[in-house]
């Protein structure tokens, strides 16, 4: 069934997730525009999908019913003043980024249509966990529309603007916390004699016993940790829970509004 028109301000890794999760639930607009000032970019985007429509512009783009502000925050200033001219009364606008708020983008735009979203790398499965953030004006209609039009994306919630920079820490970017030592078990199982194919199944299914074990069970986390007696790496725990104190907390300090 077609949609909204849309069109993206940003053609890098999460306009890649968001057009990869409407491909896969076969949700078809009638147009798609993209810009971004990287022609590589687009070129690449373009081959993964090729009926989007390039546009040579950010006003281009914005001319679409939906606007999806896919830029990062340093950038997201210049980004309002170039289409500022263009969003109308009927534009919707969709806001990724962290830090910049509801507020401002509404008052540089000079429209109320304006949802921010901090979007997970899962919804390129459509298994996102993505919290969703309205302009206060926005009525219950409009809010059910917005989030029947990005239902592909998995799960998508209405929060307080003012957590979303603790989802982007905690749930948008948790998977880099994670993946790169999945890859480092599998090569340890690997040097332990297992083959690819058993390393890899071990991991995962190991990794879902354990979410639930730890989730699950109705046991504290002490109780849960306690049920394995030997800890190979447990005299750098200290050490690792000061790298995710200081980075993260530090980082969530640099992005919230």
């Given at each position: 069934m077609k949609t909204k028109t849309i069109g993206f301000i940003g053609g890098g890794r999460i306009t890649k997730i968001f057009l990869q999760a409407f491909k896969n639930k076969k949700v078809v607009f009638e147009n798609v525009k993209v810009f971004d000032p990287n022609?590589?970019?687009?070129?690449a985007l373009q081959n993964l999908f090729p009926d989007i429509e390039v546009a040579d512009s950010a006003q281009a783009a914005a001319k679409q019913q939906l606007v999806v502000l896919a830029v990062h925050p340093p950038v997201m200033a210049e980004t309002l003043t170039a289409i500022k001219d263009v969003v109308t009364e009927d534009t919707q606008v969709l806001s990724l980024a962290p830090k910049v708020t509801i507020e401002k983008i509404a008052g540089a735009l000079g429209?109320?249509?304006?949802?921010?979203?901090?979007?997970?790398?899962?919804?390129?499965?459509?298994?996102?966990?993505?919290?969703?953030?309205f302009h206060p004006e926005t009525d219950k209609k409009a809010q059910k529309s917005f989030m029947k039009l990005v239902k592909a994306l998995g799960k998508n919630f209405e929060v307080e603007e003012n957590k979303l920079e603790g989802y982007a820490i905690v749930s948008a970017m948790l998977p880099t916390y994670f993946w790169f030592q999945w890859e480092e078990m599998i090569r340890?199982?690997?040097?332990?004699?297992?083959?690819?194919?058993?390393?890899?199944?071990?991991?995962?299914?190991?990794?879902?016993?354990?979410?639930a074990i730890f989730f699950k069970s109705g046991m504290s986390a002490d109780e849960?940790?306690?049920?394995i007696p030997v800890k190979p790496i447990?005299?750098?725990?200290?050490?690792?829970?000061?790298?995710?104190?200081?980075?993260?907390l530090g980082l969530y300090e640099k992005i919230k509004a």
């Open positions: 022609s590589e970019t687009l070129s429209t109320s249509k304006v949802v921010r979203m901090i979007p997970n790398a899962t919804s390129f499965i459509n298994k996102g966990y993505n919290p969703v953030a340890v199982a690997v040097a332990t004699g297992l083959d690819e194919k058993e390393a890899k199944k071990a991991v995962e299914a190991t990794l879902k016993k354990s979410h849960v940790k306690d049920l447990g005299d750098a725990e200290e050490q690792i829970k000061e790298i995710y104190e200081t980075k993260l």
